[in-house]
């Protein structure tokens, strides 16, 4: 079997049509995501869970599909239940769910300074008919903080609950694990790779590859600016960069940035609803 020269693991945030302006770029009409998911099933493309994939690059010995792709979702809204999930099951596509506990029930509180604060989050019995349905259920952190701005030990407990509360919910081991924004050092990912789970998601806006780190596989970002024609072009392999290993001294920069943001923006907030 001819091994592919690029994975695409396409990434997806919230399905509902209505969206504030800075946060358009990562919520999509239930339509246009339904067009997409019919041109990736007409297309020949195997749909892999994260899981899946990272067992094969894990294995040398192990076969790739001709034109692997996944599709995942981060945060936890409601709608990959009420909207995802029917067009995804009616295409026989497989998907990824990277999902917040400490939102589960809730709403989107992260989100306020986007105008975004009120988005529905899947409630716990939602994320046992996802679990059951065959979408692979991850965890995305119990805060939806960025885990390279916080404490190294607030940042543990953080992962660690979000992976036990899951592991409550669906009965059986969180295999997966996504970087809230992405965001990670080498010391979270050394964690994340020595504490039980076999793979984890970056963001990057790139595509994965046969030798991508399956502890920060490169996702591309797909929101309501991606026509079909651009995702084509991405699912095809192009228009997007190939995934790189290690940090790029430009994330170092915005860390350093970031973390003073917060330091003055959001000294003594809890981002957690009580």
């Not at 407990?157 to 996504?178: K, M, N, Q, Y």
């Not at 984890?200 to 790139?206: D, E, F, I, L, Y």
């Amino acid at each position: 079997m001819t091994q592919p020269t690029v994975i695409p693991i396409l990434l997806y945030h919230s399905l509902r049509a209505v969206a504030t302006d800075r946060y358009r770029r990562f919520s999509m009409d239930p339509g246009q995501f339904a067009e997409q998911m019919e041109h990736i099933a007409a297309g020949g493309f195997q749909t892999l869970t994260v899981s899946q994939l990272a067992a094969a690059l894990a294995d040398p010995t192990a076969s790739m599909p001709e034109r692997p792709l996944l599709i995942t979702f981060d945060d936890g809204f409601e709608e990959w239940h009420s909207v995802a999930l029917p067009i995804l099951t009616r295409l026989g596509l497989r998907s990824t769910a990277y999902i917040v506990t400490g939102r589960l029930g809730g709403r989107s509180r992260w989100l306020a300074s986007l105008g975004e604060g009120d988005r529905l989050m899947l409630s716990e019995g939602q994320v046992r008919d996802l679990d059951e349905a065959g979408v692979e259920i991850g965890a995305h952190g119990h805060r939806h903080i960025p885990l390279d701005e916080i404490n190294f030990s607030d940042a543990v407990r953080d992962i660690d609950t979000s992976r036990v509360r899951l592991e409550e919910i669906v009965g059986h081991p969180v295999r997966t694990f996504a970087y809230p924004y992405g965001s990670h050092t080498g010391r979270i990912k050394r964690y994340v790779e020595t504490s039980g789970f076999e793979s984890a998601c970056a963001v990057k806006h790139a595509l994965s590859h046969p030798n991508d780190d399956r502890f920060a596989l490169a996702r591309a970002i797909v929101g309501s600016d991606v026509s079909m024609q651009r995702l084509d072009s991405w699912i095809r392999g192009e228009g997007l960069p190939i995934s790189w290993r290690g940090e790029r001294l430009q994330g170092k920069v915005e860390r350093i940035a970031r973390r003073m943001q917060r330091a003055v923006s959001s000294r003594g907030r809890d981002d957690v609803d009580g």
